[in-house]
Nanobody, 124 residues
Framework: QVQLVESGGRLVQSGGSLRLSCAAS????????MGWFRQAPGKEREFVAA????????SFADTVKGRFTISRDNAKNTVYLQMNNLKPEDTALYYC?????????????????WGQGTQVTVSS
């Protein structure tokens, strides 16, 4: 079992940057592939980024590719989402999630554990 707590979300101007963090409890963090998802009001949850257990493999949604990066520090049980050149359409509640699957996945239903989310608001 792992518990996830996101932080770092806030109001930022268009073109700005934010770094989200997701801290995981437990001693098996390195056994999980991790993902970030987001949900805007009135829209379905969507995949943002994912990273493998070792951090050697990553995947990004086309809408954030080139602007967002994902990384992890297994010694600190934390995964990060660095968001640059933010746009108003990036406004959403951002969730991190963990899956025991070996290969990273973009499918939300394949993640076993979810955090409560952190709000990112980008003003134009």
């Amino acid at each position: 079992q792992v518990q996830l707590v996101e932080s770092g979300g806030r109001l930022v101007q268009s073109g700005g940057s934010l770094r989200l963090s997701c801290a995981a409890s437990g001693r098996t963090f390195s056994s999980y592939s991790m993902g970030w998802f987001r949900q805007a009001p009135g829209k379905e949850r969507e995949f943002v980024a994912a990273i493998s257990r070792s951090g050697g493999s990553t995947s990004f949604a086309d809408t954030v590719k080139g602007r967002f990066t994902i990384s992890r520090d297994n010694a600190k049980n934390t995964v990060y989402l660095q968001m640059n050149n933010l746009k108003p359409e990036d406004t959403a509640l951002y969730y991190c999630a963990a899956t025991m699957r070996f290969f990273i996945t973009v499918v939300g239903s394949e993640y076993d554990h979810w955090g409560q989310g952190t709000q990112v608001t980008v003003s134009s």
